[in-house]
Nanobody, 123 residues
Framework: QVQLVESGGGLVQPGGSLRLSCAASGLILDDYTVGWFRQAPGKEREGVSAISSSGRLTYYHPSVKGRFTISRDNAKRMVYLQMNSLKSEDTAVYYC????????????????WGQGTQVTVSS
């Protein structure tokens, strides 16, 4: 019943920007924490950012803090990840996930996941 669809990924040069979007359906987004995760080839999936149901609390992985910004529009059932000053190490598949409680970047706190969108940072 719950569906999350990511979009906005693509190829970008180092130093460039992308905005990822996550469209949610089958739920009242106001009730959920939303997180962004990423997985690069050969690496474990890691939590990139998270935002509480109210939007009052946010989390950023130290590697992206100051460069990425998470936001949400509950009325539109949308969550965004603005990514600036992109680096090659940001290359990964990015996933949107939702959970019932605020667990920051810990994937154990999330119940539903999108299919992912590819972000490639290369010159």
């Amino acid at each position: 019943q719950v569906q999350l669809v990511e979009s906005g990924g693509g190829l970008v040069q180092p130093g460039g920007s992308l905005r990822l979007s996550c469209a949610a359906s089958g739920l009242i987004l106001d009730d959920y924490t939303v997180g962004w995760f990423r997985q690069a080839p050969g690496k474990e999936r890691e939590g990139v950012s998270a935002i509480s149901s109210s939007g009052r609390l946010t989390y950023y992985h130290p590697s992206v803090k100051g460069r990425f910004t998470i936001s949400r529009d509950n009325a539109k059932r949308m969550v965004y990840l603005q990514m600036n000053s992109l680096k090659s190490e940001d290359t990964a598949v990015y996933y949107c996930a939702v959970g019932s409680v605020y667990y920051r970047g810990d994937e154990r706190g999330y119940d539903y996941w999108g299919q992912g969108t590819q972000v490639t940072v290369s010159s």
